[in-house]
């Protein structure tokens, strides 16, 4: 009985929540260690910590001159759709979906089982499959929960911003009490160079910007958003601000309890900080902070499904995942997608090596999406943007992106390498079912592989009837 489109019902405090609740999540809970790891000494890596700050806000600037340049949802993949072209954007579709989407959810999701079980395990470690068992229920009541309502899972996310603000405020008051206190032994030669390792720098930088990653998110919901115009640079900046001063902060309490090797040697450094702070929280804080990774998960999929939802619009993805559900008004196919391979690599994942494999995926599409603003700039001086920043901004975090994948070769080959085929797999796809220009030795190997992408209209059909799900009938954008 009435229209069948997304509405547009995230506000500027639920985009702000979206932007804290995908940023503030395992990442400030788990990175340290890797930060750290990867840097050498507690200096080095709080110079890393706001270097990745920085550049998020550099990042999250161009993002936002872009949502009010282009007015489709989608985030990177439609930026990059619209400045450079259908093949770069469908290999960041295709490495999105097979790599970096369902590794970033992994992740995720097993920092929220580990954190979840840690109160009932301690002193020892959770059981590793009790841990991937209670990643996966996580994971699949979120996935219940954005099916259902939009509504629902952006009061969701709201709320949870504040537990997650709440959560670092728990780690960052006694740590700067001790402080206060005067213990600062473990700052001592804090910035020793012999143990800086400047080849190892890339994966330090992956660690810090995992924990920032999120900044981005309100370009994934573009088209649901009120007032995007001025909501999205608002939004961006001041929770941006927020979560540099949180991080920075949380990081200095960590080093002021725990040493380099208490934090190198703990598999969740923040239990290991109220274990030696202030054990009367030993039951809160990792509760506090599964339901932190909790937000991230749904923040995700809320963001990524759009995604799919905007391929399938403009025929890069089979076009079931452009329906949205007749009464509830969710794109329940594009929500649902993720399922199996969160699933999988959840089950044989561990936590630093898939941040490493989707870390190289990932920056180098940003990069090429900030790419594409400088240009979109050129291509169309006369359009005038509501929001812009000054050209330094683009080109510089475009350079560090790119400078950044390029040296993470050297840090991690193997993992990179797998990261770098996963991209390099999507050509031939392209130029088989996209493309459609083939020659005529291709043309069988062709109609087979569009047929597996883009079913039959009967296959659809029957398709939408059991998911109750139809195409959007209002433009949004």
């Known amino acids: 009985e009435e229209a069948v489109f997304l509405r547009k019902k995230i506000t500027l405090l639920r985009a702000f929540s979206l932007l804290i609740g995908s940023m503030v999540g395992s990442g400030i809970f788990i990175s340290p260690k890797g930060v750290l790891k990867n840097s050498g000494t507690v200096g080095f890596s709080l110079v890393v910590w706001f270097a990745c700050g920085l550049l998020s806000m550099f990042g999250a600037l161009c993002y936002a001159e872009l949502g009010t340049r282009i007015t489709k949802s989608g985030g990177h993949y439609i930026y990059i759709l619209e400045t450079l072209g259908p093949l770069p954007s469908f290999l960041f579709l295709w490495a999105e979906f097979f790599a970096i989407r369902p590794a970033n959810s992994a992740v995720v999701s097993l920092a929220f089982g580990r954190y979840l079980l840690e109160p009932f395990f301690a002193p020892c470690a959770a059981p590793v499959p009790a841990v991937k068992l ?3 229920l996580g994971y699949y009541a979120v996935l219940t929960l954005n099916s259902w309502s939009v509504s629902w899972s952006a009061r969701l996310q709201t709320a949870l911003s504040i537990v997650k603000l709440l959560a670092l405020a728990l780690i960052i008051v006694p740590g700067m009490m001790l402080l206060a ?13 012999q143990s800086l390792v400047p080849d190892k720098l890339p994966l330090a930088f992956y660690a810090g910007m995992f924990a920032y990653s999120g900044w981005f998110q309100t370009s994934f919901v573009r088209e649901e958003l009120v007032r995007p115009e001025r909501n999205i640079p608002l939004a961006v900046i001041v929770s941006v601000i927020t979560v540099i001063v949180g991080y920075m902060l949380t990081n200095v309490s960590y080093y002021t309890v725990l040493g380099t090797q208490d934090v190198l040697a703990s598999p969740a450094v923040a239990v290991s900080f109220v274990q030696r702070a202030c054990r009367s929280l030993i039951s809160v804080v990792p509760v506090l902070v ?14 990524f499904s759009r995604t799919l939802f905007v391929a399938s619009r403009e025929g890069q993805w ?7 559900h007749i009464r509830r008004h969710t794109p329940l196919p594009a929500v649902m997608l993720m399922f199996p391979l969160v699933t999988t690599m959840v089950c044989i994942g561990d936590i630093y090596h898939l941040m490493n494999f989707f870390s190289f995926s990932r920056w180098l599409f940003i990069g090429l999406a900030t790419l594409g603003l400088i240009v979109h700039r050129c291509r169309h001086p006369e359009l005038q943007s509501p929001f812009k920043v000054p050209l330094f901004i683009p080109v510089s975090f ?9 040296m ?3 840090s991690d080959p193997v993992n990179i390498s797998i990261g770098c085929t996963m991209v390099l797999s999507g050509f031939p796809v392209y ?12 043309h069988i190997l062709q109609i087979k592989l569009s047929l597996f992408f883009f079913p039959s209209d009967y296959v659809t059909q029957k398709l939408q009837l059991l998911l109750e799900v139809v195409q959007q009938e ?3 954008y």
Do not use: W
């Not at 599964?290 to 963001?303: D, H, K, Q």
């Not at 475009?398 to 390029?406: G, N, R, S, Y």
């Open 474 to 476: 209002i433009k949004t």
């Open 431 to 442: 130029y088989l079912v996209i493309h459609r220009q083939m020659s005529n030795r291709c």
């Open 134 to 136: 209670v990643s996966l």
């Open 181 to 193: 206190q005067g213990h600062t032994e473990n700052f001592q030669d804090a910035f020793d160079k």
């Open 290 to 303: 599964a339901l932190s990774c909790f937000g991230t998960m749904n923040g995700g999929i809320l963001t």
């Open 318 to 324: 089979p076009p079931l995942f452009s329906m949205i």
């Open 408 to 410: 993470s070769f050297y």
């Open 398 to 406: 475009t350079i560090i992106c790119l400078f950044t994948v390029a």
